[in-house]
């Protein structure tokens, strides 16, 4: 997963690369391994941004 950011006056952006591409083993869902863990995480980031 890549995260970018940028900022502007205006409006935060973020950029999420390879949402469900299961099959490179890039994907954003969750799964048996981590749960939810990946969602968390960008969701706290994104949040804390607000």
């Known amino acids: 997963m890549v995260l970018f950011r940028q900022r502007s006056a205006q409006k ?3 950029f999420i690369k390879s949402w469900n591409e299961q099959a490179t083993g890039h994907y954003l ?9 990946c969602l968390a995480a960008i ?3 994104v949040m804390e941004e607000a």
Do not use: F, L, N, T
């Not at 869902?29 to 863990?37: E, N």
């Open 12 to 14: 935060d952006i973020v």
């Open 29 to 37: 869902k969750p799964d048996q391994r981590w749960g939810h863990a």
């Open 43 to 45: 969701h706290c980031a």
